[in-house]
């Protein structure tokens, strides 16, 4: 007992310290729990102490123009029918399923499949943009550091939207005079072969810088409405489906956030589509005034001669084309950033 050491009592502080330091040792040690940001949230995130590789601009309009040339595609024949009841003014009024019916019978099963050609091309060039210039907006607002806001989201969106239906305008033109075509009277109809054919025709007889002025304003307008509907709009039902359901990365996320983006696109730009299909697609004789002159003018006359229903003619074919293509090419899109990641 003479012999045995006393006890020795450590300073509460230097207990206090030595468990804080092994605190922050576990902290570190344990792995960062990563905030959802929305869209940026699929791409590869770079391990901490590895530098990371700058990314290639050109991943986004590629993704964007693939994955949408097969959606368009594969939507094409609902696009068809939604144009011709968009179109179509005499009564009764045909239901979807009647339009379709008629021209597969009137023009065999091929006429569903009539201007596909420069629905892809248009695709190619207009949603390759879209989704490019989206990635690039959405880089320049500060995705990498922080979440974007809703707001910042749309704006990116809108921009996207706007730049790529210019670029894409000839496109677009193309298409709906290829897809109008057979409800014209034979003797008025236009007979575009192709894209290239149809491209060449509208250059010689209207001037080839008419195809960035007939119909480019709605055509923009509507891009505007239906990108913040396809890619912000994504972009929000994921990060809320991830943070507040609490579902994982993959197809039945892509699925269910593509779905929901597919119905507000097609609320929002239904009345804009049914002005610019109006207007890309009339005929005007020489010295005659135009019925219509612009988009906002186009959707007035549409509410006071038929009533402010019919600037949602086609919203069943809008959606039902609508659907398929923003869930065909948003899986595809996210798809292809799994195998392009390591580019």
């Known amino acids: ?3 045995q050491q006393p006890a020795i009592h450590r300073p509460a502080a230097v207990c206090s310290a030595a468990q804080f330091s092994a605190a922050s040792m576990a902290a570190a040690a344990a792995p960062k729990e990563e905030k959802h940001m929305g869209m940026e949230a699929r791409l590869p995130r770079t391990p901490d102490g590895q530098v990371k590789k700058g990314s290639s601009i050109w991943k986004g309009f590629v993704q964007g123009s693939v994955g949408a040339a097969i959606g368009g595609s594969c939507a094409h024949p609902l696009d068809l029918i939604k144009v011709r009841l968009q179109l179509q003014t005499e009564t009764p009024k045909l ?4 339009m379709g019916m008629r021209i597969a019978s009137n023009e065999g099963a091929s006429g569903l499949f009539k201007g596909v050609d420069a629905s892809a091309a248009r ?3 207009y949603s390759g943009v879209r989704f490019g210039m989206y990635d690039v907006l959405k880089s320049l607002c500060g995705e990498s550091e922080k979440p974007l806001s809703m707001l910042e989201k749309v704006v990116c969106a809108a921009g996207a939207g706007a730049i790529g239906a210019f670029a894409g305008n000839p496109g677009d033109l193309a298409m709906v005079r290829m897809q109008a075509d057979g409800k014209l009277p034979e003797a008025e109809r236009r007979g575009y072969k192709n894209i290239f054919d149809a491209v060449a025709k509208i250059g010689k007889s209207e001037g080839y810088l008419s195809m960035w002025r007939t119909g480019v304003v709605p055509n923009m307008n509507r891009a505007t409405i239906i990108t913040v509907g396809q890619l912000a709009a994504y972009d929000q039902c994921k990060q809320v489906l991830t943070d507040s359901v609490g579902m994982k990365e993959g197809i039945p996320l892509h699925f269910s956030a593509s779905f929901s983006a597919a119905f507000i696109a097609s609320v ?14 009339q005929r005007t004789a020489e010295g005659e005034k135009p019925l219509y002159t612009g988009t906002v003018q186009c959707m007035s006359t549409v509410v006071k001669q038929e009533g402010p229903l019919a600037l949602y003619k086609g919203f069943a074919a809008t959606f039902a084309r609508q659907c398929p293509y923003v869930v065909i090419t948003w899986v595809t899109v996210e798809q292809l950033k799994k195998v392009m990641k390591d580019w």
């Open 1 to 3: 007992i003479l012999f």
């Open 95 to 98: 239901s979807m399923m009647q």
């Open 123 to 125: 695709q190619l060039v």
């Open 268 to 281: 929002m730009s239904n009345p804009v589509d049914v002005a610019k299909t109006r207007l890309m697609n």
